[in-house]
């Protein structure tokens, strides 16, 4: 069966079944991966898959249920668990289903071609950055992973309100991983890591660049030593100040907050964070992996300012969390995969850059630690207290210069009070997820070390 | 699952031009997720996976694709389109008899999962809310959720295998908050077991509730952990989480093959101090991480990893085995059809020593109890890693004194593993998931209390 046949069928039986609303949400995709090793392709993966979630409306409750068989039984499995599982529901709050909003804003991450790049450009293209990384230094003791990849997605959203939302998105990426030693036979292995991407072309991306980058990423780590346990001023590179912030954005979701999850919880108006921290979520920026013109519900996303000047001035909505608090909806309904129930999250959320570049920010410190890569960031952070406590490597900055690497040290925190101790922030973010902060500079934070 | 006629006429086509082994991993899976918050059921979720991996390899090249569409006309073009990227020469003719293996079923499961158990859960998870939010004034939230899992797979392979399996996997978990004037702290429990229903109805629901009660209360009125290096003894069950990181993943053959794992070629050689022995043991009877066959249909066993210390083997897949030249460990393993096996931990843990917990405690003057752990990771080719804990104490003058919050433990691996200088007699093991290249699998990772003589820790005390 196809989709339309599928959903056709199922919202009929959906009908006799009792349901009064039904909504079926569509995702699939299709890719093609390379990557290589030691001048061979090493894995070729090709991809093309697609799933179901179905909800529907029955007893005044909203059951879920998912699949990725659209077949005849499917349809017995959808209706039977969405039934049974509405019923087990005790939330007041009934969900409905939405019709549409009246119009949505003009979001193009596609390009139809993209997926039809020749899967030899991609082996090429990997063969290219390894020999690139190779070559550029002989410290280079193994690219551990040359890589390649285009894709394309697809979401469809249609209901039995009228709703009928449908996106597609394309991206190619290229990336590296090398590992780097001074010499043969020394014990001391660094790694570093590059990639890029690009929504239209894959002749977008600039090879060789990712390849020099991912050399200059380890080679620039050998040698690395601790530092002395101490409080330090401490840069977070841009990549490392967007993991950070990634782990914590979940606090300002309405649900996060209502459910107690959150610190920021009863603060709005207030200031929570430096005057100089803006903080917004922007679906409709241009060459950005994550826009999109409509959310996991079908409600046309906007720009919204979270954080202003240092003043919360919303959390992030979806119609049933907008409804309960009597609050706007900012339209960030969103689901973790096709699967899930619909939630909350952002879809573009970064930190405004500031004016200052990272050889600026350096130049600026007298004391301080550079750090450009955080680890273990799934365990290491509490998004509802805020704290962190992170393996950091780095760079350890005297006068205004970096003097060496810096490795197995931990720096911590917390996130709340980060927000409100940032000296500088820099004039760099880099847009390749759906979380992204320019360079920060933090006046002092815990390193601990030898 | 799939017709053996199927299965033969799609491993055909796959080795079209030139692959020297092909298999294809079939599955069907129904899942289910309840989540209960501040006692309310908010979330009930039920899913269906469904699809087939064709994988086909020539030499140390691997292709693999995926698709949920199972007819033989999209599975042959699947299987076409993946043999196109091999580009050699046309093909051996694959003569395939395929062979029915059989195996014995290690797990017993007595209540297979199905809708009908939900308002059963409910209750459960209620007992579960009552006991965490009952236990402290303190406690301001609580979450918990019950999951299960019914995995059917049907491997097939060019070299005649055919096996089929039904993997039936249950966990609860139970997370607590906090609250203590403007801080917040969580604590979580979450056991789990290769099996059915029956695990929850046999679950001390009451004594992990307080668990995770007890970690959030205890961590909220804490004060800082502090920073430096210090010896740090952690204690037995999910403390395996250390070894997991700081050796295991730098045991599987994904690392050590292309020699990017400071254990490649390494083995007979001391890596760890002589007190440790450490195995990777797939077979245990209803264990989480535990399996009959592993994902690329090779019987899973209890494989010595450490013996007193010294490197005794790897854990090794099929494509590991090719690129070593050793026999696989039966580790290959994916979180689903969507991935390509990869070798992968089970149930890892490290052997019995002969101390008591009580000693290990009254023989540390000043240090780190790390009573329970959060989860963490390493850099393989580094083999630096780091965890969190989740709750901690000072030791001080051999007893136990006042709890710390924020700690987080990193080093390298040999490094640790040579300090390691006192193993205690009580092994336990603990759940968790374990996420790397081949997707989210469930891993027991286990120990006795162990005691390492000095640890990098990362706190924020002198703030």
Avoid at chain 1, 187 to 212: H, M, N, Q
Avoid at chain 2, 203 to 212: G, K, M, V, Y
Avoid at chain 2, 335 to 356: L, V
Avoid at chain 2, 365 to 371: F, L, P, T, V
Wanted: charged share 20%; glycine share 10%; with cysteine.
């Amino acid at each position: 069966m196809n989709i339309e046949e599928f959903q056709e069928a199922l919202f009929a039986k959906g009908r006799k079944a009792g349901f009064t609303e039904m909504e079926i949400y569509y995702a699939n995709s299709r890719s093609i991966s390379v990557s290589v090793l030691k001048g061979e392709i090493d894995a070729y993966k090709i991809v093309e898959s697609g799933g179901l979630s179905f909800r529907g409306l029955i007893g005044g409750k909203m059951g879920y249920s998912s699949t990725e068989r659209l077949d005849d039984e499917s349809i017995d499995y959808l209706l039977d668990e969405a039934g049974s599982n509405a019923e087990v529901l005790e939330n007041e709050e009934p969900e409905e289903l939405f019709a549409g909003s009246e119009r949505y804003h003009s979001v193009n991450t596609y390009s139809a071609s993209l997926i039809k790049t020749s899967p030899d450009r991609l082996i090429e293209a990997a063969l290219a950055m390894e020999r690139i990384a190779l070559e550029a230094d002989h410290r280079i003791d193994m690219v551990r992973r040359s890589a390649a990849s285009v894709s394309e997605s697809e979401v469809l959203i249609v209901n039995t309100k009228g709703l009928n939302c449908h996106r597609k998105h394309s991206s190619a990426s290229a990336s590296i991983y090398v590992l780097a030693k001074e010499s043969k036979d020394a014990k001391e292995t660094v790694t570093g890591g590059w990639f890029d991407f690009s929504l239209r072309s894959f002749d977008d991306i600039d090879l060789e660049a990712v390849a020099l980058t991912g050399v200059r990423e380890a080679v620039s780590k050998l040698g690395a030593n601790t530092v002395q346990s101490d409080n330090y001023p401490v840069i977070f590179r841009n990549d490392a100040a967007t993991s950070l912030l990634s782990s914590f954005t979940s606090v300002f979701s309405a649900e996060s907050v209502d459910k107690g999850f959150s610190r920021l919880k009863g603060k709005l108006g207030e200031r929570v964070a430096g005057s100089n921290v803006s903080i917004i979520d922007d679906p409709l920026m241009d060459n950005v992996p994550s826009s999109k013109s409509f959310d996991a519900e079908g409600s046309a996303t906007a720009r919204h300012e979270l954080i202003k000047d240092g003043r919360l001035l919303t959390f992030l909505h979806n119609r049933k969390t907008a409804r309960k608090t009597g609050a706007a909806n900012t339209a960030n309904a969103a689901k973790g995969g096709y699967k899930g129930m619909v939630e909350v999250s952002h879809h573009n959320l970064y930190i405004a850059p500031g004016t200052a570049a990272l050889a600026e920010i350096i130049r600026g410190t007298e004391r301080g630690i550079l750090i450009v890569e955080l680890q273990g960031l799934h365990a290491g952070t509490n998004a509802t207290s805020g704290s962190f406590s992170l393996a950091a490597i780095g760079y350890l900055i005297e006068h205004g210069e970096i003097v060496r690497p810096v490795n197995q040290i931990t720096v911590s925190g917390n996130f709340f009070e980060l927000l409100n101790g940032i000296e500088t922030i820099g004039n760099d973010p880099r847009f390749v997820g759906s979380c992204t902060s320019p360079t920060l500079k933090i006046g002092s934070l815990s390193v601990s070390g030898a | 699952m799939l017709q053996e006629r199927l299965i033969v006429n799609v491993l055909t086509a796959a080795l079209e031009t030139g692959g020297d082994f092909a298999e294809i991993f079939a599955e069907d899976k129904t899942s289910g997720r309840l989540e209960m918050v501040g006692g309310v059921l908010e979330s009930s979720l039920s899913g269906r996976d469904y699809g087939v991996g064709i994988r086909i390899l020539k030499g140390n090249f691997s292709v693999y694709a995926y698709t949920n569409d199972s007819s033989e006309h999209n599975l042959i073009a699947t299987a076409r389109s993946a043999a196109a990227a091999i580009r050699g020469s046309a093909a051996g003719s694959a003569v395939m008899d395929l062979r029915r293996t059989d195996f014995d079923n290690r797990h017993s499961v007595e209540i297979m999962p199905d809708s009908s158990q939900k308002k059963r859960k409910i209750e459960l998870m209620r007992r579960a809310h009552s006991t965490a939010a009952g236990f402290d004034p303190c406690i301001a939230q609580t979450k918990i959720h019950a999951t299960n899992q019914l995995q059917n797979v049907l491997i097939a392979n060019t070299e005649g295998l055919l096996v089929q399996d039904t993997r039936v996997y249950t966990r609860l978990g139970i997370s607590a908050v906090a609250e203590d004037g403007d801080q917040k702290q969580s604590g979580f429990s979450g056991p789990g077991a290769y099996a059915g229903h029956e695990f929850l109805e046999g679950l001390d629901i009451e004594e992990h509730a307080r668990t995770a009660s007890r970690i959030a209360v205890t961590m909220v009125k804490a004060g800082f952990a502090p920073s430096g290096r210090l010896p740090v003894i952690i204690d037995n069950g999910f403390g395996g989480v250390l070894f997991h990181e700081a050796c295991g993943h730098g045991l599987e053959s994904t690392a050590v093959a292309p020699g990017s794992s400071v254990f490649a070629g390494k083995l007979g050689e001391r890596v760890a101090s002589p007190l440790v022995t450490a195995v990777d043991d797939g077979t245990i009877a209803n264990a989480w991480g535990s399996l009959n066959i592993d994902d690329e249909g090779a019987r899973t066993q209890r494989n010595v990893l450490i013996e007193n210390g010294l490197l005794k083997g790897y854990l090794i897949d099929r494509m590991g085995s090719r690129r070593m030249g050793m026999p696989s460990t039966g580790s290959g393993r994916r979180q689903s059809y969507k991935f390509a096996p990869a070798s992968r931990m089970n149930n890892t843990f490290i052997c019995n020593g002969t101390s008591t917990r009580e000693e290990i405690i009254a023989n540390t003057e000043y240090g780190i109890y790390a009573k329970s752990m959060g989860g963490g990771s390493v850099n393989t080719a580094t083999s630096d890693f780091n965890f969190a804990v989740q709750e901690a104490y000072i030791i001080r003058n051999g007893k136990i004194a006042e709890p710390v919050k924020g700690a987080t433990l990193i080093g390298k691996g040999i490094d640790c593993l040579s300090k390691i200088d006192m193993v205690g007699n009580n092994l336990e093991h603990g759940q968790g998931m374990c996420g790397s290249v081949s997707g989210s699998l469930p891993v027991n990772c286990g120990q006795p209390t162990i005691r390492i003589s000095e640890m990098t820790v990362g706190g924020r005390k002198g703030e």
